[in-house]
């Protein structure tokens, strides 16, 4: 059951004994404990039937104590053990209780940033009396599909280049993400398809100057494009640093090293051997065709040559500004 689907279930009324959240992503683990805590209680009940503690100020007796507690003039009660990473030496202590949850306590585990062992016997009796919700970070080739899905839950579209911005910019902080697209919720009118414009004026990323088009101007080896861009970093520092632009260029040139030894290059083979976007896979293509093996393997030689620069490992002088520029007229000749 993914996290949308949890969702619902609660939203309908639905709940487990114990909900026992894990895993390295907290986005999907606040949203959840956040629905829980929305739709467990009606706002009368939740002084006298809500607990909230954090694992580092938590014992287990006192907890355990807590579970065990009856409801006042409500249905339920509702525990939360926030921060439940912090709880973890003691985490085994409440077996006894996972073992026979109350039916009236509804007790919601938030175990954030790492996985749970699996195989301790808390998550077994969790499995058996509740729900385990393992959240994962969102893979950055299925990142894109991602957003395009959670935009579509708002009511709204997503052009191809604007979720290409959000996504090279914000990365798969989830929880960054959708802070900005909420913002943008409350500006645009629903039905509105979001684009690089929207992008630009109400988050601050540049439509036409950033790593993204660098990456485009570099696969056509459009020079003059590429130097534009350069030259607004220069004046624009924050706009893109060469720390931050190395990666992303060094994972385009690794793609491209890639298709050229995939016996089939058909767009559909290279999607699949790269897991990236058939629309990405045949932009990718084109760009392969225009740097042959022995340049490529250059480039990414060059790249990491200015990666140690930029960090200064043999450079006391150049500037970042000036270390860009050797480095894309470099690749591009």
Not at 146 to 154: A, F, H, P, R
Not at 270 to 298: C, M, N, T, W, Y
Request: a neutral charge; proline letters at 3%.
């Amino acid at each position: 059951m993914d996290y949308l689907q949890l969702i619902k279930e609660i939203r309908s009324g639905q709940f487990r004994k114990i909900y026992f959240l894990h895993g390295e992503e907290p986005f999907f683990i606040d949203e959840i404990s956040n629905a829980i805590i929305e739709g467990a209680l009606q706002e009368h009940e939740r002084d006298f039937n809500q607990t909230i503690i954090y694992g580092k100020d938590a014992d287990s007796p006192s907890l355990i104590a807590e579970l065990n507690g009856y409801p006042m003039m409500a249905e339920r009660r509702l525990v939360v053990l926030r921060e439940a990473q912090e709880f973890d030496k003691k985490m085994e202590e409440l077996a006894p209780y996972f073992n026979s949850p109350l039916e009236s306590t509804i007790f919601v585990v938030c175990y954030k940033y790492k996985n749970y062992d699996s195989r301790k016997k808390l998550v077994k009796l969790a499995e058996k009396q509740g729900l385990v919700f393992k959240s994962e970070k969102i893979k950055e080739y299925s990142l894109g599909d991602w957003i395009l899905k959670y935009v579509k839950t708002k009511g709204y579209g997503l052009s191809s280049k604007a979720c290409s911005l959000l996504v090279e910019f914000l990365g798969n902080d989830l929880g960054r993400i959708v802070n900005e697209v909420e913002k943008l919720t409350i500006i645009l009118e629903q039905g509105t398809t979001i684009n690089e414009v929207h992008i630009e004026e109400n988050i601050g990323i540049s439509k036409d100057y950033n790593v993204f088009e660098l990456t485009n101007a570099l696969s056509a080896r459009d020079v003059f494009k590429a130097n534009r861009i350069v030259k607004y970093f220069e004046h624009n520092p924050k706009a893109a640093h060469i720390v931050v632009v190395i990666p992303q260029i060094f994972r385009l040139f690794s793609q491209l090293l890639r298709i050229h030894f995939l016996p089939n290059k058909s767009a559909e083979a290279v999607a699949s051997g790269l897991k990236v976007h058939p629309f990405v896979a045949k932009e990718l293509l084109h760009a392969s065709k225009q740097f042959d093996p022995r340049k490529i393997a250059s480039n990414i030689a060059i790249l990491q040559e200015y990666d140690l620069k930029a960090k200064g490992v043999g450079n006391s002088s150049t500037s970042p500004a000036e270390l860009m520029r050797e480095l894309i007229f470099r690749m591009l000749h």
